[in-house]
């Protein structure tokens, strides 16, 4: 812009002005973080043509920046890396909360290789900005190999993506801010599993999906046996960590796409959509397993033991309605519970013969 006359400087100036208020406007349009991200980059790519872009985030440990977003021919490998904090360029514009423009990467000690080891590609430049909103790096955008006019990055290139990085910073902070809101509003907060009003708005659409693709939809209610028997000898505090050890259990040995619902107290149902009678009873004595054999509350030098009673219902063997499946699998846990606790039973199937509990309370 310094070769332009004076009244043309003045115009540009106008436009770029207006053209940033827009870009503003766009960027704080929506608390979606996905929207946002996937305007950041539309912006972004216009603004500097590029081989390549990526957004990185830093994660909730504060210790790694971690690959959200990226374009380019090699786009799709990128996604879910992980740098540390001051790795590569990337990881030193988010420690030092300073931008980088590197056009020749080969004379930059900064770099870090690996990422085009991986895959298969090759940098040459760098434009590398920080999102940073008061004083707190959120991550930074990464513009590899500029195309085009002169094909190398220019301070105007940097000007213009640090006025991006502002408007970015406040969109993105927002969006996860509004987000972690959202996610507080359907999360148990001492076991980090859905709580019992994200159940029954997902598991109805899980029904509807089930009905309309003619597939199974399983429930599992369990509940801890004698569990008040470790308040009382140990405190809430210690329930409270033996509730949270279930819940990291159930995580594990759970399918991916399964809802986690800690129900109220002690009791617990898992969703599981596209999945028979007899694949959710195999979880549920594997999880019954798993938590026979488990030694809760270690960390705090305890070595208490304990079991679960489970039940099953199942669409559309037992019910066609979320409400009445729950009523099922929890009327199936007692059945189990009521006379040998320690097991696992299904909805409709004729009651056990009565036996006193082999567990006889927590060990």
Not at 225 to 246: A, R, T
Request: charged share 30%.
């Amino acid at each position: 812009m310094e070769d332009l006359p004076e009244q043309e400087k003045g115009s540009t100036s106008r436009l770029m002005f207006d053209f940033y208020r827009e870009v503003g406007r766009t960027l704080t349009s929506t608390l979606e973080l996905r929207e946002v991200l996937t305007k950041l980059m539309e912006i972004s790519t216009s603004l500097v043509p590029s081989e390549a872009w990526s957004l990185l985030l830093i994660d909730q440990e504060g210790e790694k920046l971690v690959f959200k977003e990226a374009l380019g021919s090699k786009g799709g490998k990128l996604k879910g890396v992980k740098l540390k904090i001051g790795q590569g360029i990337a990881g030193w514009v988010a420690k030092e909360k300073k931008p980088a423009l590197v056009n020749d990467v080969r004379k930059d000690p900064r770099f870090f290789p690996d990422i085009d080891k991986i895959l298969g590609f090759k940098t040459k430049s760098i434009l590398c900005v920080p999102l940073v909103s008061r004083n707190k790096t959120l991550g930074v955008i990464e513009i590899i190999n500029k195309v085009g006019e002169g094909s190398r990055f220019t301070n105007y290139d940097l000007e213009k993506m640090e006025l991006v990085a502002d408007f970015a910073s406040i969109a993105i902070e927002n969006a996860t801010l509004y987000e972690k809101t959202q996610l507080l509003a359907i999360t148990d907060d001492l076991t980090g599993l859905y709580n019992s009003r994200y159940l029954f708005r997902k598991a109805r659409e899980e029904m509807e999906k089930a009905k309309r693709e003619g597939k199974p939809l399983s429930f599992i209610f369990l509940d801890l046996d004698f569990f008040k028997e470790v308040n009382d000898n140990y405190g809430h505090e210690v329930g409270g960590e033996v509730l949270k050890e279930v819940a990291l259990l159930l995580k594990e040995e759970s399918p991916r796409d399964c809802i986690l619902v800690r129900y109220g107290g002690d009791e617990y149902i898992i969703v599981l959509p596209d999945t028979d009678v007899c694949e959710a009873k195999r979880l549920a004595e594997n999880l019954r397993e798993k938590i026979a054999s488990h030694r809760f509350a270690t960390a705090k030098g305890l070595d208490i033991r304990l079991t679960a009673s489970f039940g099953i219902a199942t669409y559309p063997k037992n019910a066609s309605s979320v409400a009445e499946l729950i009523r099922l699998a929890d009327k199936a846990m007692y059945v189990i519970k009521n006379r040998t606790k320690n097991g696992v039973w299904l909805a409709g199937e004729e009651p056990p013969p009565t036996e006193k509990s082999s567990s006889g309370g927590i060990r």
